[in-house]
């Protein structure tokens, strides 16, 4: 065993010693499936604390030849799969951390040499008898031992895109790099599987990349690795059981990242990260600025390309926007509209996208503070005031205050732009602001089916704030709040509600397209 060739299992077993672990290893039946095809480049992109190392770490300690791991997956799903076997300890396995060699060297050449020389120096103590025609060329290296061992390797790189996030406008130390993969990589008989680990996806020219022979895995397009990604909503919700956590809550707070497997189930996927901090700590809170600071998600949003601003508030009223993610250049400066920004956001966590509809949004209440967090600075003062007053407008509500809602929400739509008024999805997305506050307490569903028609807005308040009252809101454009109440019982839209027992509040807001006013009507029910 070496520290890079067959290392040791050490972080695996750490892992499984951990307080809590979810079992991941039926991720190595689907990478089994790719050893030694035209399929063997993998690409696997996500977010930080999304698991990348520990996938790694398990792949090492399952393929590498040095040590005999069965004990580990022993009582593990992988020992269940066709495969299991046939790969266990079989293969010389290469593990790299780029991050590890980037920050003990000076520029990308001296990088690039030290992983060269170390690499060269383990596969020479290896394999001592063979004749090498080049002691100093790693690729000729790894040929002779390819050939005269009748093996290939198992290449696993971690952190491989670190180079792009430290030294993000030195195009030539980029370019320099790819080819140094490329050449190392791409075409090589003795390369069984390479299987690398990012943030980012690769690094795209133009429309080329310099790794085109990868298949990639990003929080655009999961494909079949998506149960792999992080904790699936079934495994949160024993988690949940096991430590009397609130899945509810937990739900609200890491939930949002959903995919679309290609057996066409829809598989919603949690921070993991997140999800164990809360369950160890038995406390919800944002464990995102643990990761990445509000700083990094600030810096993007400040650029205000072509209406950046405005699809980060229509987001954080609730709505999704439309994005392109196929320009994206997959760096970290590259930025030609604000589609190659939201997309970037995507990569980082920040955003969920979902490939149908090409649709963005914010994933849930710990990521939604992010923004928060990050706008306070940047001179949004409307939307901060919103922000900021909107626990008071949820509080007027509950008081039945018609004419303090009325107010508070025309307040909304004076100081925030993008909220001036064309149809009544806009007025949707006022409302949706001025109520910000209402998501630590409710579940917010926009046009819920209920009744004979659709419910504009339902607030469903979660369990643990069941003292709360459900609301359901109508909206009307040109016509009367007290409509909008007729309506909500006429179409019995309260319906919807029905497994909820409690106070019900019926809500009728009109805006005045001559007077530019808003109206509001507050009605108590109960089911």
Known sequence: MGNYLNPASTKFQMSLRSDIYVDKSELIEVINQMIGKEQRYVCVSRPRRFGKSMAANMLAAYYGCGEDTSALFKKLKINRCSSYLEHLNQHDVLLLNMQEFLSRTKSVKDMLARVEHFLILELRNQYPDVLLLDEADLIQVMKDISVSQKRTFIILIDEWDCLFREYKNDVEAHKEYLDFLRVWLKDQAYVGLAYMTGILPIKKYGTHSALNMFSEYSMVN?????????????????????????????????????????????????????????????????????????????????????????????????????????????????????????????????????????????????????????????????????????????????????????????????????????????????????????????????????????????????????????VVIELKWDKSAVGAIAQIKERQYVNTLSEYCGNILLVGVNYDRKKKTHTCVIENAEI
């Open 222 to 470: 999961l494909g079949k690795l998506v149960p792999y990604f992080g904790f699936t909503e079934e495994e949160v919700q024993r988690l949940c059981m096991d430590y009397d956590m609130s899945f509810e809550e937990t739900q609200s707070w890491y939930d949002g990242y959903q995919f679309k497997h290609p057996n066409g189930e829809l598989i919603s996927i949690y921070s993991p990260q997140s999800v164990v901090e809360s369950l160890l700590n038995h406390s919800f809170q944002n464990y995102w600025n643990q990761t990445e600071t509000y700083e990094a998600l600030r810096m993007y949003i400040q650029m205000n390309m072509d209406g950046l601003k405005d699809a980060v508030v229509t987001m954080l009223a609730g709505g999704r926007v439309r994005i392109n993610t196929g320009k994206f250049s997959n760096d970290m400066t590259t930025f030609s509209g604000k589609d190659d920004v939201l997309t970037l956001l995507v990569h980082l966590g920040y955003l969920t996208y979902d490939m149908n509809s090409s649709m963005a949004a914010i994933p849930n209440r710990e990521v939604r503070q992010e923004y928060r967090n990050s706008i306070e600075d940047l001179g949004w003062d409307g939307v901060m005031r919103s922000l900021n007053d909107s626990q008071k407008l949820l509080q007027a509500l509950w008081n039945l205050d018609a004419k303090a809602v009325a107010k508070g929400i025309e307040k909304t739509h004076q100081e925030v732009s993008i909220l001036q008024y064309n149809d009544e999805n806009a007025l949707s997305y006022t409302i949706n602001l001025a109520f910000y506050a209402a998501r630590e307490y409710y579940n917010v569903f926009r046009e819920l089916p209920s009744g004979r028609g659709f419910a504009d807005i339902c607030l469903i308040p979660r369990k643990l704030y069941s003292d709360k009252p459900a």
